[in-house]
């Protein structure tokens, strides 16, 4: 297996020079035992901590580059899109995420509340291996990536249960670990995208995963302008956004961009200055909103970023370190 940068996130450390979510379903159709059977071949105070101008994003924020984006695009589906038939009361729909050390959660941000569905017990080839990424579907399988060996499995979202899967790591010589996010396709149905970190002269990449049809790796092609170390999740409406870290530094402030699925182009980008990544950090949306989980002093941040406000409110906080989240293309889009 090829080698990987080390990232801060995951229980990992930088190199002394940086080599620079979603599943669709109700609250109850997600807590509902899965069936692993078919396809397992293989605290917060509320205070609004920075206000952004959502037309003029700060300048020391961003490379030059990406100061001259115009901000995220995140108007809901047109009126002429229908919601897929398999969303089912998708206004229950949650955020999920996973913890260094396992633990699987739900957090509802009608409450900012936290809720331990369970602690997963992947079967890894390594048993130091730990979750690094993850992304959840609209049946309520959430696809967790661990590092440092690649391997990709299913979990439930209603009991933590963990089965492999058929992914075979490094198709493509692709990093074995990734940033991963469901998005709607146009014609209603959802693809799993991954996002690499650059390896050696091997730049930061945007695939696909095709987790019905054997786990094939395709890639779509090098962000540009090039982002790095960064977290994916999408929407009903078709977006897919990333949550990085300009510059490489996850001690300063982070960045959320938005991506073209066909070319890997970074069209679109806000700047979230105060909001600092630190050892873990992951992302979804839901109802219109950002949410990111970020651990800048070990424990994870809840903060809820408001693209058309432009306000960045701390809402949570838990002593887990997340460091995945998936959150369903079915869930509310405004």
Same mark, same amino acid.
């Given at each position: ?6 990232r801060p ?9 940086v ?6 379903g ?5 807590l509902?035992p ?9 605290k ?35 009126p002429?899109?229908?919601?897929p038939?398999d969303?089912?009361?998708a ?30 017990a ?17 049946k ?14 299913r ?29 709607q396709?146009?014609? *209603? %149905?959802?693809?799993?995208?991954? $996002?690499?970190?650059?390896?050696? !002269?091997?730049? &930061?990449?945007?695939a696909? =995963? #095709? ?7 395709g890639?779509?092609?090098s962000?540009n ?7 994916l999740?999408?929407?009903?409406? *078709? %977006?897919?956004?990333?949550?990085? $870290?300009?510059?490489?530094?996850? !001690?300063?402030? &982070?960045a959320?961009?938005? =991506? #073209? ?7 679109n ?7 600092t990544q ?9 109802? *219109? ?5 970020? $651990? ?5 941040v ?25 959150v369903?293309?079915?869930?509310p889009?405004?």
């Open positions: 297996m090829s080698a990987t940068p080390m996130r995951r229980r990992l450390l930088f190199a002394a020079v080599a620079l979510v979603a599943a669709c109700s609250r109850t159709g997600l509902v899965v069936d692993f059977d078919a396809g397992a071949d293989a917060g105070d509320g205070s609004i901590i920075h206000r952004i101008d959502a037309a003029m994003p700060e300048e020391d924020a961003l490379d030059e580059e990406e100061d001259a984006l115009p901000p995220l695009d995140v108007r809901p589906p047109p002429d899109v229908a919601v038939s969303c089912v009361d206004g229950s729909t949650l955020i999920y995420v996973i913890s260094v050390s396992n633990n699987l959660y739900s957090f509802d941000p009608a409450t900012n509340a936290f809720t331990q569905l369970g602690t997963i992947c079967p890894s080839i390594d048993p130091t291996a730990t979750p690094f990424s993850m992304a959840v579907d609209r309520g399988i959430a696809y967790v990536v661990f590092s440092p060996t690649g391997e990709l499995f979990v439930s979202t209603a009991n933590a249960a963990c089965v492999p899967t058929g992914f075979a790591s490094g198709q493509q010589q692709f990093p074995p670990t990734f940033g991963m996010g469901f998005s396709d146009d014609d *209603g %149905g959802e693809t799993l995208y991954v $996002a690499s970190d650059a390896v050696g !002269s091997q730049p &930061s990449q945007l696909t =995963i #095709d987790v019905a049809n054997g786990y094939t790796l890639i779509v092609n962000f302008p090039p982002i790095n170390l960064a977290e999740t999408g929407t009903g409406a *078709g %977006g897919l956004f990333a949550f990085w $870290a300009p510059g490489g530094n996850a !001690s300063a402030g &982070s959320i961009v938005q =991506i #073209d699925k066909a070319t890997a182009q970074v069209t980008s806000s700047p979230l200055p105060t909001v630190g050892d873990g950090w992951a992302f979804g949306f839901w109802g *219109g909103a950002f949410y990111t989980f970020t $651990a800048p002093n070990g424990s994870t809840v903060t809820r970023f408001d693209p058309t406000t432009g306000s960045v409110v701390q809402v949570a906080q838990t002593d887990d370190e997340i460091v995945g989240a998936g369903s293309t079915c869930a889009q405004q």
